[in-house]
């Protein structure tokens, strides 16, 4: 993976290890000016978030779990390898990273009790397309078992790619793993030697004074205390790959699902330790116009929209008949509707809209009004402006 600037002398040593101050590592040779220092850091940003972006790809995640801001904010450690045979244009190449971290976890063992414990977690992973299996992944694998002083058998896997399962079994012969109800895939062997983080020790001290600690010197977990039920333990654990299925949603009705007559066919994705792959399914699609119009049709009619028709000076008949005229494309009608909503004889002006968007806001004495829409605006800006109406009604 090659960059606009020279990774090769970002990157001094093979594997350059970053934390979430992502800064520069020493250099070698020559002292560094904050203003050099600042522009040296905004290219690791840039390569770990093109990193991130490339591992996201190749597993098919809708959105990057690896950048330069996630990293900021979380005490991960990421493992950059840098290709230091090739030296294309003269500015290096990078081969991919490895991400760690300590978390939380809640998990269960082979008799399926709770336990929980703070385990390093493999968290991201990723080796360029054109140099995988090429032992690149095991090199990075092995320095950061070193680095890190754990036993493969002691780690906690996010949501393992087959890939990486693969790996793990061809080069450490992890394969049976114990079953979770979490994203996270740990394997035979884990609690028979939990590595501990500096962090998990000092909460098992402070634990052991509230009793229901196991004592055991270098006990990997503890058993939840016994008054809390299942439910109750949450987060059950915290997937870094969790936020991805967060969709940042419209507000309403703009989130209106269209209706389904019939259940889905297939159930939501249960979340599972047994080796699931991430969520890959499409984030909640935005309602289509058509069907947006058809929901604002059959809202009830808001008194606050009513009082702002009713002065509205674009609500009288000859206003809006001269919009009809003299603005195609926007709304200029004036329906009227019996209560139950079957149009109404006896109105002067009565039958389907003209144009369209059509903006019916309901009106009094069972009559439905359609309102115009000013020159000019977007369409979408009146449906909400109308659906921001609404929701005043509360
Ligand atoms: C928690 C997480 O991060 S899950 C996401 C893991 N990352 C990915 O799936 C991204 C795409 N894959 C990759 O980036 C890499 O393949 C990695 C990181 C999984 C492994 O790195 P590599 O450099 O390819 O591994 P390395 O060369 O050291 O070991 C090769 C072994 O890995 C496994 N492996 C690697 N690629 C594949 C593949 N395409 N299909 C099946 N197994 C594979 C195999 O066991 C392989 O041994 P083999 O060639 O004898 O079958």
């Known amino acids: 993976m090659e960059f606009p600037f020279d990774v090769d002398a970002l990157f001094p040593e093979p594997i350059t290890i970053l934390d979430q101050h992502l800064r520069a590592p020493a250099r070698r040779t020559g002292t560094t000016t904050s203003a050099r220092s600042v522009d040296l850091q905004q290219q690791i940003m840039t390569v770990v978030d093109e990193l991130g972006k490339a591992s996201a790809k190749a597993q098919h995640l809708p959105g990057p779990i690896t950048s330069a801001s996630r990293m900021q904010s979380n005490r991960h450690v990421m493992y950059v390898l840098k290709d230091t045979s090739a030296r294309p244009a003269g500015k290096g190449a990078i081969i991919g990273f490895l991400k760690v971290g300590y978390k939380k976890l809640f998990v269960l063992d082979d008799r399926g009790a709770h336990n929980e414990v703070e385990p390093l977690c493999i968290l991201d992973f990723y080796i360029h397309e054109s140099l995988q299996r090429h032992g690149h992944g095991l090199k990075l694998f092995r320095y950061m078992l070193e680095k890190e002083r754990v036993e493969p058998h002691q780690l906690a896997i996010d949501r393992p790619s087959e890939k990486l399962l693969r790996f793990l079994n061809k080069h450490y012969n992890l394969e049976?793993?114990?079953?979770?109800?979490?994203?996270?895939?740990?394997?035979?062997?884990?609690?028979?030697?939990?590595?501990?983080?500096?962090?998990?020790?000092?909460?098992?001290?402070?634990?052991?004074?509230?009793?229901?600690?196991?004592?055991?010197?270098?006990?990997?977990?503890?058993?939840?205390?016994?008054?809390?039920?299942?439910?109750?333990?949450?987060?059950?654990?915290?997937?870094?790959?969790?936020?991805?299925?967060?969709?940042?949603?419209?507000?309403?009705?703009?989130?209106?699902?269209?209706?389904?007559?019939?259940?889905?066919?297939?159930?939501?994705?249960?979340?599972?330790?047994?080796?699931?792959?991430?969520?890959?399914?499409?984030?909640?699609?935005?309602?289509?116009?058509?069907?947006?119009?058809?929901?604002?049709?059959?809202?009830?009619?808001?008194?606050?929209?009513?009082?702002?028709?009713?002065?509205?000076?674009?609500?009288?008949?000859?206003?809006?008949?001269?919009?009809?005229?003299?603005?195609?494309?926007?709304?200029?009608?004036?329906?009227s509707y019996s209560r139950y909503g079957e149009p109404d004889s006896s109105s002067p002006q009565t039958g389907p809209a003209a144009s369209s968007p059509v903006m019916e806001t309901g009106g009094v004495h069972g009559q439905r009004k359609v309102h115009s829409i000013p020159p000019g605006a977007p369409k979408y800006q009146a449906m909400v402006t109308w659906a921001l109406m609404s929701s005043f009604s509360g």
């Open 176 to 335: 049976s793993t114990v079953p979770q109800v979490n994203n996270f895939v740990i394997f035979e062997g884990f609690f028979a030697h939990q590595h501990r983080s500096p962090a998990s020790s000092l909460r098992a001290t402070r634990c052991s004074r509230a009793a229901s600690v196991d004592n055991t010197p270098n006990a990997p977990a503890r058993k939840l205390p016994p008054k809390k039920a299942e439910g109750e333990i949450k987060p059950y654990s915290s997937s870094d790959r969790e936020f991805l299925k967060v969709a940042v949603e419209p507000p309403w009705p703009l989130n209106r699902a269209p209706r389904r007559a019939t259940p889905p066919a297939r159930p939501p994705p249960r979340s599972s330790s047994l080796g699931s792959s991430p969520d890959r399914g499409p984030l909640r699609p935005f309602l289509p116009e058509q069907e947006l119009l058809r929901s604002l049709r059959l809202c009830p009619p808001h008194p606050t929209a009513r009082l702002l028709l009713a002065t509205d000076p674009g609500g009288s008949p000859a206003q809006r008949r001269r919009t009809r005229g003299s603005a195609p494309g926007l709304v200029a009608q004036d329906c």
